[in-house]
């Protein structure tokens, strides 16, 4: 029987994957999707080993030991993750698959160039040689950038890196020489991938290649704002899938090109949804520095109030609306949230969530947050939904968010300028459970902080919580 | 790996066109809940060149006195793949059994 007849396997791996990732999208389906996708990997890695030669032995441990080791590590970290660390983690990942096709570009470059030093089979020509020099430079450079990219874009969801036990704050903006700079080193790239066409015998090119496009990939991410990480972790997600086409391309394989290229496509449109979310352009997020280096400094004061306090306006209310951001994630305190709106629903007030699209570090993150924490899904309304309610609400209870209810995106000016909010300022009371005045990612004061019907309660949002938790029982 | 034909990489250009037509039709409108899954999901996807790194492994003998380094790239690219296929698809599944989930039991 004709070996291409496995292929056949690819096709239907190829199907699985589209009907997953449709699937994907919808709520209902969501899960179905994936495991249809995880099927469809599982089809196209048994047709792959299904045709091997059973010759070289040696090869076949290697590739055990592999699936093996790589399957371990993979389900042990994603079994072990919590839900706030899920940003990362999915930055990290997506490290790996970069690296990965860039690695399968550089084993091949050097498999080829050591084949011919030996004199057993002749570098490749003409068209074959443009097509492969051309993938493989292609495929190291996106693989490489992709990795030291998620890296960085990962440090940075952490808001900085510790090495020898120092903290080292990652730079959230950079000067726009910078730009140039980049520039200037993908026209290297370009240029060192023609010239290794020109001279396909010598892999210094290729290391070259290889350096520049992980310089690049951190150049690329250093300059860019921690409000704006999601945009690019998704961005570096479609780079991802790019890369593995390419390097479909190297070894001649459809389900690597099809897969590959539609996940950089797929990849390229949620990260323009996203965009939309915070309104703000791709090309500005990339090559604007957002957040600035001139930060406002905050002279004003405001006095804090006591969760005895809040608990007394939260006593007998009839609508409460919680509005959570990066603040709840960080101080994991949705069980408290979850607690509070409980005590406020047994007697007998209406709860809801408002959910903006880009709080957190990830869309959607507050959403999973949330979900952790028992909240029923049809509780966590959307931006749009919410904002028409405001005004019929008692209180709007904001924990550990800023920028995403801050009024001033709805003027022309600064960096926050035309922002879709949500209106929290419209509620009767608004509580803001928050550290300190300090202004947000954004680098904006709030004015929402200063108003009259505004409490702050300073302090840790699972500190606060609790203490308000056990304030509205002792009422 | 036989040489690449005119043809053959037309056909290969092809495929790469329309997937790409087709992944940016897939998504139109996606509920911010899912954002997060979706790109967990489509990650695991794209580390779908796990087949490239396993076709790589068995045509590069490590053991004799060819090219050993480029084997153990290419182990490092299947460790790394795997790495991401296996977790990519296991985070994914536990994102949506929390937000799925909810919903059921309601």
């Given amino acids: ?160 890196v510790e090495i020898f036990g120092t903290w080292y704050r990652t730079p959230t903006w950079g000067p726009e020489w910078l730009n140039y700079v980049k520039g200037l080193f993908l026209i290297g790239i370009v240029g060192l991938i023609y010239m290794s066409i020109e001279e396909p015998g010598n892999q210094d090119y290729v290391i070259g290649i290889i350096a520049l496009s992980c310089i690049l990939g951190i150049l690329f991410v250093l300059p860019i704002g921690g409000a704006d990480m999601p945009v690019v972790v998704s961005l570096l997600n479609s780079l991802s899938g790019i890369a593995a086409a390419f390097t479909g391309f ?22 323009n949804i996203m965009c939309k979310a915070m309104n703000r352009q791709l090309i500005d997020v990339l090559f604007k520095s957002f957040g600035g280096s001139d930060k406002e400094q905050v002279t004003r004061t405001k006095v804090g109030s006591d969760p ?96 995403t209810v801050n009024p001033v995106a709805r003027s022309d000016e600064g960096p926050l300028a035309g922002m879709p909010i949500i209106d929290a300022d419209k509620a009767r009371v608004v509580v803001m459970v928050k550290r300190s005045l300090s202004v947000g990612y954004a680098g904006v004061d709030n004015d929402l902080f200063y108003e009259d019907k505004t409490m702050m309660l300073f302090g840790d949002g699972k500190k606060m919580m609790t203490e308000l938790i056990s304030s509205m029982k002792e009422l | 790996m036989e040489p690449i034909t005119l043809g053959g990489l037309i056909v290969l250009i092809t495929i790469f066109a329309l997937a790409i037509f087709l992944g940016f039709e897939l998504i139109t409108k996606v509920p911010p809940t899912l954002h ?66 909810k919903r059921g039991k309601k």
Avoid at chain 1, 77 to 91: D, H, L, S
Avoid at chain 1, 99 to 122: D, M, N, Q, Y
Wanted: proline fraction near 3%; charge should be negative; charged fraction near 15%.
């Fill in chain 1, 308 to 403: 005895e306090e809040v608990a007394m306006i939260c006593d007998g209310i009839s609508k409460c609306v919680i509005i959570p951001g990066y603040g709840m994630a960080v101080s994991q305190c949705q069980h408290q949230v979850r607690e509070f709106a409980d005590i406020l629903e047994a007697n007998g007030c209406e709860v809801k969530y408002g959910i903006h699209p880009v709080a957190g570090r990830m869309p959607g993150h507050m959403n999973v947050l949330l979900a952790e924490a028992n909240v029923p899904y049809e509780k966590l309304i959307e931006m749009d939904e919410i904002n028409s309610e405001m005004a019929e609400c008692d209180v709007a209870l904001v924990v550990g968010a800023n920028d």
């Fill in chain 1, 1 to 160: 029987m004709d070996k291409a007849v496995w292929d056949i396997g690819y096709l239907i791996a190829s199907i699985l994957f589209i009907l997953g990732l449709k699937k994907l999208g919808h709520p209902r389906t969501a899960p179905t999707g994936n495991q249809y996708s995880a099927m469809g990997m599982l089809i196209a890695i048994i047709v792959t080993i299904a045709q091997m030669d059973f010759k070289v032995i040696d090869n076949f441990i290697l590739i055990g030991a592999g699936l093996v080791i790589g399957g371990l590590i993979g389900y042990v970290m994603a079994v072990r993750v919590q839900m706030t660390g899920m940003p990362e983690m999915v930055a990290l990942f997506n490290g790996f698959g970069g690296a990965a096709s860039a690695l399968v570009a550089a084993s091949e470059v050097f498999r080829r160039i050591k084949l011919s030093e030996e004199g057993v089979t002749p570098l490749p020509e003409d068209l074959d040689l443009y097509v492969a020099w051309t993938a493989i430079g292609l495929s190291a450079l996106v693989g490489w950038m992709t990795l030291t990219g998620s890296l960085l874009a990962m440090m940075k969801l952490k808001g900085g």
């Fill in chain 2, 36 to 101: 997060t899954p979706l790109m967990s999901g489509a990650n695991a996807i794209s580390g779908i060149t796990v087949v490239g790194a396993l076709i790589l492994l068995q045509n590069t003998p490590y053991n004799d006195a060819n090219p050993g380094f480029a084997a153990w790239l290419a182990f490092a690219a299947l460790v790394l793949a795997t790495i991401n296929v296996v977790g990519g698809f296991a985070v994914t599944n536990k994102m949506l059994n929390m937000i799925a989930g």
């Fill in chain 1, 250 to 271: 190297i070894i001649g394989n459809n389900v690597l090109i099809i897969a590959g290229s539609m996940v950089g496509a797929a990849g390229l449109i949620l990260t």
